[in-house]
Structures are given as C-alpha cells and as structure tokens.
C-alpha cells in the first residue's frame, strides 16, 4: 500500500533521513521505532507532503506522491496524527473536527461521522464549544486522533501518540489505534515506547540516525539481543 | 452639553472607517506575520477608484464602492502573488523591506496616474445635513458608517462562521497542521491579503467622498491603521474594531476640547503612552485572529 525506496531527507545541511526503504502492507499496523532524533518524524513529514523528500520515491496505491502536495496526499488516503496532538487552540472541539473534513463535501456522511466521534469521545461532545487549548492533554490526543479520521483515511500516521499522556491515556490511546486497524484501516505508528508498540504491531522497522537498522514481525524485533539491550531495558 | 454630544456622534462615525481600516490591517498581520507598509496605498487606491469610476466614468455612486473593493482584492492580490509569495519563510526584516519598496512605488505610480493635485468626488446625498434635536451629520457620513458597520459584521462571518475564514484562522494557529488537513496555505495567503486590501480599499472608497482625494491620503491613513492597530493588540480583530473607535474618539475629543491643531498628533500620543504603559496593547489576548 505504502512503499519508500532510498528516502532521503535534509534539513539544510543536516541530512536526517538517509536513504530509508520500508513497505506498509493493506490492513497492517506497522511500527516504527527508534531513539529521539532517528527521523521517524521527518519521515512522516515526508510521507504526508510536509517536507519535500531530497532523494529516493514515495508510492501509495501504485502512485508516486513523492513530490504531491499535502492536500493531493490527504485526498488520496493519507492522514496523520502529528507529534504533539497540534489541535487547533483557539478554535472549539467542533471546528478543529470541521478543519479534518475539510476536503470531503459529503455533507450528510459527514454529519453521521460527527455523531459516530461524539460517540467513541463522548468527552469530546460534552466539550465541543470549548476552544481546544483548554482540554487536558489526554482528551487533545483524542481530538486529534478524532480530526484525523474525519478525513476517512485508509493509512493514518501517528507521531508518538503516547507522548506525554497519562498512563490510562496511554493505554486507551493503543486501544483506539488497534480499533482503528481492526475497522480496516492501515496504521503506521511512530512510537517511542518500543514494548508497546513492537506487541501491537504486525510488522517493525528500527530507525537509527536516518538509517534502517533493523526490520522484521514485533516478535522479531523484541527478541533481538540488540533491540532488548538497546530499546527494551528496564 | 449639545457640542459634546456632536462630538460624540461625529467620533463613532468616523469610527467605523479607522476599525475598516484597522481590521484589514491586523488581519494581514495575523494571518500572515506581514507588516503591511501598502495598507494606506490601498486606501488611497480605494479612493481613486472611486474618483475614477464615479466622475469621468459615470457609473453609480453606490456599485463604484462594490467596484473598488473588488480592485483593492485584486491588487493585494497581485502584491501578494507578484512579491509576497516569493519571501515564504524569509525573515520579517526583508519582507519589511520589500513592502516599504511597494508603498513607495504605489505611492508615486498614483501620483502618476492621477497627477498631484487634490481631487473630488461628487456624492448623491442631499447637501442639506440630517439634523436630530441639536445634532447635525451629513448624510454621507451616515451611509459611510453604517456601510462601513456592515462590512465590519461581514468580516466577523467571514472569519468565524465560514469555511474560507476558518481555513485562515488554522493556518494562522499551526500552519503545518493546516496544511495536513488539506488546507492550500498559499491560496490562504493570498486570500487574507486580498480580504485585507479590499477593507483598506473600501475605506478609502468611503471617505474619498468625504475628503478629497490626493497621493499622500495613504500616508495618514497608514500612520493612523498602525496606531490602531497598536492599540487593539497586533493581530487582534476585536481588538482593531475597538481601537478604531477609541483613536476617533481621542481625536475628536482632543481636538474639539484641547487644540484643533492637533487632531492627527493625538492619536500618536496615545499610542506612545499605550507602548509606554501596555506594551502589548490595551486588549492584549491569547487569541490574536477570530
Ligand atoms: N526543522 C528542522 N531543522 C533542522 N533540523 C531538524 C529539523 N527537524 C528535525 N531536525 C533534525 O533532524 C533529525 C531527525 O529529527 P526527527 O524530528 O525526524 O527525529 P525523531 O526521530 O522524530 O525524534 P523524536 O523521537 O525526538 O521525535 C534530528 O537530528 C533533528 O535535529
Ligand atoms: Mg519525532
């Protein structure tokens, strides 16, 4: 579904990504791991249009997006769940879920999709006047997770979805994200709490400053003498 | 008693076109992170068009107005596409630069166009002035504030309620996160300077009339959309609409009761003592647009 050959991609000078190769198969929940710095997020800037890639080719569904604009990728299926949630602040509950349809005119189905969210979050509905900026961090995960899926993506990318949350936010955020693959659409997760990502996953690649240094099933990965020492301690 | 209240009503009219004028700029500001040096220059444009389409041309006083705002769009518009757009992600400085290089050659190309001298637009109100109990207005300025109110509500809509000024208020919030959800952030660009040229222009249109029109009006008009927009906070529209109100209020009060000579310094005075004082602004808030 999703395929990067030789991904290369540089800020100015500093090259963070180098030359990364990796597949996301229909319905897998793919991880991607690696210590801060690595260059999951520049790769997920890359995969949704964010940042221009400097070598190698994106391809989704058989077509080249390497190049595509951010909204060309999201009309084509991609949505993202971006590091840091980055919900809208001052605008309410509801216009943050309005800027994730922005592209769908179906206005029907889109009222529906509202109910269908107000229901999995029903801590959304209670606070959907409410300017974003004022939910606590857990319930902004939701809103931006929520936003994400107004789209009706068939590939959603998550940037650390666990960062900084609660650990009964954390736990609900996996649920959500294995939910969301079970209704049939393709996840790759960025994740820095490896344990939890590599048990979920289908299939894990290891990032190591820009480099792919490891892949295989999260079986795979969590038994790797490398990966235990490195990623699983403690 | 009776010279306060005229002085009253003569500053709320002439309110509603300095928050025009403050709104497009604050808009562009906020949006945009652009500090407009054209914003008076298309008020001046504002008011040529109209001189233009109004006298030599002929065509009706009230479409002239609909006629200019459309052109004041169009040449922010065309700055925005011509200049602006090449300086994404450049520093505030050159962009500064750049828009003070624009000013100065809009200024002189309408002074080229339409020569130095002052001109005048002929209006199809009554020369008579509308008289309530011990008031006395024109009946221009009556249709320059209530157009001018009209299109300060338009605003309001545009950005809150429809899809186009939600689009720019994200953009103006976290425009990465924008762009992912689909949004054109150059098209917004373009659109916001646009917006904001076409209120500078309708103000301009408005006031032509009123005043005369001449190439250095922007000068003025520009000194005094900076004040107000000082004064409501950088980027704030309520914050603009406010302050339009207050500096015509600092204006007419100052002049009326302290020196007629000074009318236009009042309002900087206030602004020195509002940076001295509250440096962000008197309605300093977290939310800058919407
Ligand atoms: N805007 C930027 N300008 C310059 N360098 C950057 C920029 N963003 C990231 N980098 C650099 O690129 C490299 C990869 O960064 P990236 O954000 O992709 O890492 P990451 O794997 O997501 O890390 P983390 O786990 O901390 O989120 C880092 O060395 C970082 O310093
Ligand atoms: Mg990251």
Redesign the pocket.
Known sequence: MLELRDLVCR??K?T?VKGLSLKVERGQLVALI?T???????TLKAISGLLPPSGGSIWFDGVDITRASARKILSLGIAQCP?GRHVFPYMTVTENLEMGCYLRTDKQEIAADFERMFEQFPRLAERRLQPAGTLSGGEQQMLAIARALMSRPKLMLFD?PSLGLAPNFVERTFDIITNIRANGTTVLM?E?NALAALEMCDHAYLLESGSLALSGSGAELIDNPHVRSAYLAG | MDQLLQHLLNATILGGTYALLGIGLTLIFGIMRVVNFTHGELYAFGAYCMYALVMPLGLNFFMALVVAMALGALLGATIELLLLSRLRGADIDTTMLVMIGAWIALQNAEQLAWTGVALSINNPFPSEPLIVGPLSVSWNRVYVFFVALLLILGTYYLINRTHLGKAMRATFQDRDTAALMGIRIDRIHTATFALGSALAAAAGALLGPVFVVAPTMGDLAAAKAFAIVILGGLGNIKGATLGGFILAFVEELGAGYISSGYRDAMGFLLIILILLFRPTGLFAQKERVG
Do not use: L
Request: aromatic letters at 6%; a negative charge.
């Open positions: 800020y100015g500093v963070a690696g801060n710095g690595a260059g999951k997020t520049t590091e650390e960025v820095q």
